[in-house]
Each structure stands twice: as structure tokens, then as C-alpha cells.
């Protein structure tokens, strides 16, 4: 109460005019004082008595990446609207299109076959299209981040790069398996190891291709608009050189 009442606080209605310290302490003797002896200080400086640091920041690259990574980790188990997502997407994707050609588990003519390679193409570019998609605005968030923290000096950019690479791996790896499951056993794909893990690992090798070209072009343009935009750019060429829109003999060797 007496610290209220002496600075003029709660004294609403009252005529006497609160002090300003501030103000008085600029136009005081004291201030001035303090001024010079920072000046003086300033001016009697010596080569041997300066500070140095060994390096830009405080600690290692290894240690830059391990609570890099350990941050990052937790941000993507705290954010379920990214990663339920896409996990719910491969589901969806891989149900609709095996389901449709249930029926033609086993090619009769080149007409069933067509489709059923169409089916692949179609599908796996979806899951693609919708992890570079889906990774845009998280990428953002987390590149002001790091912005704002590579300013104040706290870690450089290949800390952040090895950490979204690694931490997208498991995320990527969990979606691609969701989907393979389901869409290989569904089309009555070969029941032999080899060519179901290299399904596996095209599908695991594609979704990541177009998960970390998405980080590309984040890091590349201002906001995630921007990005999205010449990502439908990737997306054209993979459909135009894929092999299924236009045969890859038919593509001239000038394209190829």
C-alpha cells in the first residue's frame, strides 16, 4: 500500500501528479555520470581484454542436432492432424483403388493389365501429391522457427535438415507399410518376399522423394501458396514422364 500510494498508483480522482522517475533520473547528475564511465570504459579497451568465442555458436554440431532432433520428434508426435492424416489417406487410397480391380486379380488381356499398372501409378501419385501437400504449412510453421533461432545464434541449418529428415523417415515408413499392406495382398500380388519388400521400398522411396522435395520448396519460396504452386509443377512432370500417360518408347530422347 504505501509503495502504491507513493508511486501514484490506484489514486485515480486525485489532482497531484504522479513523479516521474524516469524523467528525472535523465536529467539528474547521477545519469550523466554514468554515461561518461561507460565511455570511458568503451574507450580504454585493449586487443588482450576483448572477449572471443572459438566458433558461431555455443555448442557443437552434434549436440545442435541431437536437441534439434529431440524437439522436432516431439513436435511431430504432438501434431496428430499431420501425421493421422496421411496414415488415414494411405488407408483410404489403398482400399478404393485394389478394391476396384478385385475382380481382376489376374490379367486376362493387355486391356486388364493396363489398368491394373494405371491403378499403381494413379494411386501411389496420389499418396505422393497428398505428403508433398500436407507437408507445406508444417514446414513453414517450423522454418520461421528456425529463422528466428538461427538469429540468436542457437543452431545452423544442417542441424534442422538432418532432424526433419530423420524424424520424417518413421512417419513415411509407417504410411508407405499402411498402404503396401493393403494394396498388395488386396490385387493378389505375388506371395513372395522379394517383390513384396521391393514394392515396399518403391513406395517408401517415392513418398519420401515427394515429402522432401515439398520441404524444397518451402525453404525456396516465401509461404507455402507459393510452393504449392510449383510443386503442381513436379507433379506434371512426373505424369508426363512416368511412363503411363506417354509410353517411354514414344518419349523423345531429347526429353528422356
Same mark, same amino acid.
Given at each position: 500500500?504505501?509503495?502504491?500510494?507513493? #508511486?501514484?498508483? !490506484?489514486?485515480?480522482?486525485?489532482?497531484?501528479?504522479?513523479?516521474? $522517475?524516469?524523467?528525472?533520473?535523465?536529467?539528474?547528475?547521477?545519469?550523466?555520470? %554514468?554515461?561518461?564511465?561507460?565511455?570511458?570504459?568503451?574507450?580504454?579497451?585493449?586487443?588482450?581484454?576483448?572477449?572471443?568465442?572459438?566458433?558461431?555458436?555455443?555448442?557443437?554440431?552434434? @549436440?545442435? +542436432?541431437?536437441?534439434?532432433?529431440?524437439?522436432?520428434?516431439?513436435?511431430?508426435? %504432438?501434431?496428430?492432424?499431420?501425421?493421422?492424416?496421411?496414415?488415414?489417406?494411405?488407408?483410404?487410397?489403398?482400399?478404393?483403388?485394389?478394391?476396384?480391380?478385385?475382380?481382376?486379380?489376374?490379367?486376362?488381356?493387355?486391356?486388364?493389365?493396363?489398368?491394373? =499398372?494405371?491403378?499403381?501409378? #494413379?494411386?501411389?501419385?496420389?499418396?505422393? *501429391?497428398? /505428403?508433398?501437400?500436407?507437408?507445406?504449412?508444417?514446414?513453414?510453421?517450423?522454418?520461421?522457427?528456425?529463422?528466428?533461432?538461427?538469429?540468436? !545464434?542457437?543452431?545452423?541449418? %544442417? /542441424?534442422?535438415?538432418?532432424?526433419?529428415?530423420?524424424?520424417?523417415?518413421?512417419?513415411?515408413?509407417?504410411?508407405?507399410?499402411?498402404?503396401?499392406?493393403?494394396? $498388395?495382398?488386396?490385387?493378389?500380388?505375388?506371395?513372395? +518376399?522379394?517383390?513384396?519388400?521391393?514394392?515396399?521400398?518403391? #513406395?517408401?522411396? +517415392?513418398?519420401?522423394?515427394? @515429402?522432401?522435395?515439398?520441404?524444397?520448396?518451402?525453404? =525456396?519460396?516465401?509461404?507455402?501458396?507459393?510452393?504449392?504452386?510449383?510443386? +503442381?509443377?513436379? *507433379?506434371?512432370?512426373?505424369?508426363?514422364? !512416368?511412363? #503411363?500417360? =506417354?509410353?517411354?518408347?514414344?518419349?523423345?530422347?531429347?526429353?528422356?
Amino acid at each position: 500500500t504505501w509503495m502504491l500510494t507513493t #508511486i501514484g498508483a !490506484g489514486s485515480a480522482g486525485s489532482d497531484k501528479k504522479p513523479f516521474d $522517475y524516469a524523467g528525472n533520473y535523465s536529467q539528474s547528475k547521477l545519469h550523466a555520470a %554514468r554515461l561518461q564511465k561507460i565511455e570511458d570504459i568503451c574507450s580504454a579497451t585493449k586487443e588482450e581484454g576483448q572477449v572471443k568465442f572459438e566458433s558461431t555458436y555455443a555448442t557443437s554440431v552434434t @549436440t545442435q +542436432a541431437n536437441e534439434v532432433i529431440r524437439r522436432t520428434m516431439k513436435i511431430f508426435f %504432438r501434431s496428430p492432424s499431420y501425421n493421422t492424416v496421411r496414415m488415414f489417406t494411405s488407408f483410404i487410397v489403398a482400399i478404393l483403388f485394389s478394391t476396384v480391380y478385385t475382380t481382376e486379380r489376374t490379367p486376362s488381356n493387355e486391356s486388364e493389365l493396363n489398368s491394373i =499398372v494405371n491403378s499403381i501409378f #494413379i494411386s501411389v501419385l496420389f499418396l505422393c *501429391v497428398a /505428403a508433398q501437400n500436407m507437408v507445406l504449412p508444417v514446414f513453414e510453421f517450423e522454418r520461421n522457427m528456425f529463422y528466428r533461432h538461427k538469429a540468436a !545464434g542457437m543452431y545452423n541449418s %544442417r /542441424a534442422t535438415v538432418l532432424a526433419f529428415t530423420l524424424c520424417e523417415l518413421p512417419f513415411i515408413f509407417a504410411s508407405a507399410t499402411i498402404f503396401v499392406m493393403l494394396f $498388395y495382398w488386396i490385387l493378389g500380388f505375388q506371395a513372395k +518376399a522379394g517383390p513384396f519388400f521391393l514394392f515396399c521400398l518403391f #513406395i517408401f522411396l +517415392a513418398m519420401g522423394s515427394f @515429402t522432401f522435395i515439398g520441404q524444397m520448396l518451402i525453404s =525456396v519460396f516465401p509461404d507455402s501458396q507459393t510452393a504449392q504452386g510449383f510443386g +503442381a509443377l513436379v *507433379v506434371l512432370l512426373s505424369n508426363l514422364f !512416368g511412363g #503411363i500417360l =506417354v509410353r517411354p518408347d514414344e518419349i523423345p530422347s531429347f526429353w528422356m
